[in-house]
T-cell receptor
Framework: DAKTTQPNSMESNEEEPVHLPCNHS???????IHWYRQLPSQGPEYVIH???SNVNNRMASLAIAEDRKSSTLILHRATLRDAAVYYC?????????????FGKGTKLSVKP | DAGVIQSPRHEVTEMGQEVTLRCKPI?????LFWYRQTMMRGLELLIY????????DSGMPEDRFSAKMPNASFSTLKIQPSEPRDSAVYFC??????????????FGNGTRLTVT
């Protein structure tokens, strides 16, 4: 499985934008980039995913580099509730196995 | 939609005892996954099912662990005998396979297992 590299931790101030980076230099053409987050004492929850184009939804935006070797999850206005571990995961459509392989993720702290 | 339901939320047991964790996936989902999370190893995939059939159990640590899915709405993860190193949070997740890779995994809130 192609691997991702994320910073161990990041800090943000409340109501400011947050950019969470992810490197995936060995990504293949059939890998989708998925982001999940895990709030304290909860299971992971889906945030967003994309293949080549930038994506937006109600939770966040995903910016994908032109060469697809990196991506950035953007939280436009961080709230205290956004404090969580964020996972960047590559999901292979060719394998169609459905399972997700989680790395260590980035622990985001949000200061009031 | 009630989401993925796991029970119990917490389980404390003594070493050597049998432990059974339960999961009810979201109705209509045909993939079910069991994950384990510890501080040291993070989230690990143990086993997953498609249409009630185990597809990949390579993540199951050893023969003490077994998982079943007797029907589309119920799965169990059993540990017999349990050991202190099995202490972890166990998550169940489900998804609809037809739309892979677009279909997200939906996770339950987990079962926190403590083996003393």
């Amino acid at each position: 499985d192609a691997k991702t590299t994320q910073p161990n931790s990041m800090e943000s101030n409340e109501e400011e934008p947050v950019h969470l980076p992810c490197n995936h230099s060995t990504i293949s053409g059939t890998d989708y980039i998925h982001w999940y987050r895990q709030l304290p004492s909860q299971g992971p929850e889906y945030v967003i995913h994309g293949l080549t184009s930038n994506v937006n939804n109600r939770m966040a935006s995903l910016a994908i580099a032109e060469d697809r070797k990196s991506s950035t999850l953007i939280l436009h206005r961080a709230t205290l509730r956004d404090a969580a571990v964020y996972y960047c995961i590559l999901r292979d459509v060719a394998g169609s196995q459905g399972n997700l392989i989680f790395g260590k993720g980035t622990k985001l702290s949000v200061k009031p | 939609d009630a989401g993925v339901i796991q029970s119990p939320r917490h389980e404390v047991t003594e070493m050597g005892q049998e432990v059974t964790l339960r999961c009810k996936p979201i109705s209509g989902h045909d993939y079910l996954f069991w994950y384990r999370q510890t501080m040291m190893r993070g989230l690990e995939l143990l086993i997953y099912f498609n249409n009630n059939v185990p597809i990949d159990d390579s993540g199951m640590p050893e023969d003490r662990f077994s998982a079943k899915m007797p029907n589309a709405s119920f799965s169990t993860l059993k540990i017999q005998p349990s050991e202190p190193r099995d202490s972890a949070v166990y998550f169940c997740a489900s998804t609809r396979g037809r739309k892979i890779p677009h279909s997200p995994l939906h996770f339950g809130n987990g079962t926190r297992l403590t083996v003393t």
